[in-house]
C-alpha cells in the first residue's frame, strides 16, 4: 500500500514574485484570550523563518498588512508553538474572529482563496483519515491477516479521492488551490499523463504558479520511460563491438532488460525472461539486454552462464551507463515493454506476469 502525505508544507522554495507588483494583503483580527501587547504574526508555511508581517494586541485585537507574491500557504502565530492556523491567503482584505483557546474554528472572511482551502479540507481530510487508519492497520500484526481485504478497501477509498480530485478542479480550475491540492494528492497514482491531463485544465494563471511549476517538473521528470509514452532512443555497442539501436527494434515487441552480472535479484530473473523469450521469439518478440557492468568479461560471462540468446549491449559505465541514465534507472532488474510503434506498453513485468501480458498481446497458442 502507498502511504498517502495529507498536508504537505515544505515541498518546494518560492516562485519569483510577477512583474507587477501586487496591492497587499490586510488581515483584521479580533481573538479573545490574546495577552494585551503580545506579538502576532504571519509566516511563510514553507519557510517558517520568512517573516512577513507582524503586530501588536491591543484589547484582543491587531492588523497585519504586506505583500505576498501568489495565493499560498500561510502560518498565522499567536506567539506560542502550538497557537498557531494555517491560512491559504492572497492580497485580500481578510477578517478573522474565534478564540485563541479554539484556533481549529476561527470565521475567516474575505478571502477566496481560504474558502476553497476549507472547501478541500472538507471534502479530502475524511479520506486521507480513511488511507492512514487502513495503512496503520495493514501493518499491524492483526492486519497482516487481513491484508487483502484490507487493500481491496484502500483501492476503493483511492478511488473516491480521485474522482473528488477531478471534481474539485474541475470547478475550481483558477484557485490556487487546485494546483495544491494536485500536489499533495500526487502520490496516490504513478501516472504522470493523468496529472498531466489535470493539470492541463487549470488555468494558466494557476499553471505558473509556485505549485503549478512544480507540478510542471513532476509531469516532465514522471514521463520519462512512463507507460503510455513513447521509447527513448539509445545506441550501444553489443558483444562483438557493434552498435545497435533500440529505434531498430521498430516493428517488433521488444523487452529493454536492464541488468548485470553483479546484480543477484537480475541474475534470479534471467531464467523466466529466457522462458519467456523461447516461448515468443516466434511470434514477433524479442529481448534487448543492457548490461549495467563496468567490465567486459564478468558481463560475458554471466551471458553464456544463463544461456542468454538475445542481443546484448553495455557502454560498460557501471550506473553510468548512459542508456539507464535516460530511463532513470535507480534499481535494478527493470524493464519496459514496447510495442512495434515504439510505445512503452508496460514496465517492470516480472515472471508469471510478463508471461500473461505477453499471452494478452500475442497469443499462447
Not at 505549485?211 to 550501444?236: P, S
Request: proline letters at 4%; one cysteine or more.
Amino acid at each position: 500500500m502507498k502511504k498517502v502525505l495529507i498536508i504537505v508544507w515544505s515541498l518546494i522554495g518560492w516562485a519569483n514574485a510577477q512583474n507587477v507588483k501586487p496591492a497587499g494583503f490586510s488581515i483584521s483580527g479580533h481573538i479573545k484570550g490574546l495577552a494585551e501587547r503580545s506579538d502576532v504574526f504571519v509566516t511563510d508555511a514553507n519557510k517558517p523563518t520568512d517573516t512577513i508581517a507582524r503586530s501588536a494586541v491591543s484589547g484582543g485585537a491587531f492588523s497585519l498588512k504586506g505583500v505576498i507574491p501568489e495565493p499560498n500557504l500561510y502560518e498565522l502565530n499567536f506567539g506560542g508553538p502550538k497557537k498557531k492556523t494555517v491560512l491559504f491567503i492572497g492580497n485580500e482584505n481578510i477578517k478573522i474572529d474565534g478564540s485563541v483557546e479554539d484556533l481549529a474554528t476561527l470565521k475567516v472572511t474575505g478571502s477566496s482563496n481560504e474558502d476553497d482551502f476549507m472547501s478541500f479540507q472538507q471534502v479530502f481530510n475524511p479520506y486521507f483519515s480513511r488511507l492512514n487508519s487502513l495503512g496503520q492497520l495493514a501493518n499491524s500484526p492483526e492486519g497482516s491477516l487481513k491484508r487483502d481485504s484490507l487493500g481491496v478497501l484502500y483501492n476503493s477509498t483511492a478511488g473516491i479521492i480521485e474522482s473528488k480530485i477531478d471534481s474539485f478542479i474541475q470547478q475550481k480550475r483558477s484557485s490556487f488551490v487546485s494546483a495544491f491540492v494536485l500536489v499533495v494528492t500526487n502520490q496516490l497514482t504513478d501516472d504522470p499523463l493523468l496529472l498531466e491531463r489535470r493539470f492541463l485544465g487549470l488555468s494558466p494563471v494557476v499553471q505558473e504558479s509556485m505549485y503549478g511549476k512544480y507540478l510542471k517538473e513532476q509531469i516532465e521528470n514522471g514521463k520519462i520511460g512512463a507507460v503510455g509514452t513513447n521509447e527513448i532512443d539509445f545506441t550501444q555497442n553489443d558483444t562483438s563491438g557493434k552498435p545497435v539501436s533500440l529505434s531498430s527494434f521498430k516493428g517488433k515487441y521488444v523487452l529493454v532488460d536492464f541488468w548485470a552480472s553483479w546484480c543477484r535479484p537480475c541474475r534470479m530473473e534471467n531464467p523466466n525472461v529466457l522462458a519467456v523469450y523461447g516461448k515468443f521469439k516466434s511470434k514477433n518478440f524479442t529481448v534487448l539486454g543492457v548490461s549495467l557492468d563496468r567490465e567486459r568479461s564478468p558481463w560475458i560471462k554471466a551471458i553464456q552462464d544463463d544461456k542468454l540468446d538475445w542481443q546484448q549491449v553495455s557502454d560498460l559505465k557501471f550506473w553510468n551507463n548512459e542508456a539507464a541514465a535516460k530511463y532513470r534507472i535507480q534499481q535494478i532488474p527493470q524493464n519496459f515493454l514496447i510495442d512495434p510503434n515504439g510505445k512503452i506498453i508496460a514496465k517492470n513485468l516480472r515472471g508469471p506476469d510478463l508471461d500473461s501480458r505477453l499471452c494478452e498481446l500475442l497469443g499462447c497458442n
